[in-house]
């Protein structure tokens, strides 16, 4: 499973997800790409989805027909320390997660 973190989702996070090939849109050169291509180029490279916390990638650029699914992260903020107590939660949608797929992972 090829995930990819949006620019908004710190590297770090790419640890709490042991098991995964994830990579951060900085190291595959694509920091300041726009949600629309960025959406584009994950496809192209064949990434799986797209870990975020922005909600309006999901808003602005439908996804439903496209072969990633979103998952969406919607803690208080974007720093590593909010965003790992739902990394257990990222690991177990992975199993069922299907493209054109929007999830919203948040706090219990």
């Known amino acids: 499973m090829r ?21 951060h849109v900085t190291e595959v050169g694509w920091k300041g ?11 192209e490279a064949g990434f799986h989805g797209i870990v975020t916390v922005d909600a309006n990638i999901a808003r602005q650029h439908p996804i439903h027909a496209g072969p990633l699914f979103l998952i969406v992260l919607r803690t208080r903020s974007s720093r590593l320390a909010d ?26």
């Open 33 to 43: 790409v726009k949600n629309g291509r960025l959406l584009g180029l994950a496809c």
């Open 83 to 108: 965003l790992r107590p739902l990394s257990t939660e990222v690991l177990k949608l992975i199993g069922f997660a299907q493209p054109g797929q929007v999830y919203l992972i948040e706090p219990r």
């Open 3 to 23: 995930l990819l973190l949006d620019e908004c989702v710190p590297r770090g996070f790419a640890r709490e997800l042991a098991g995964l090939d994830v990579r």
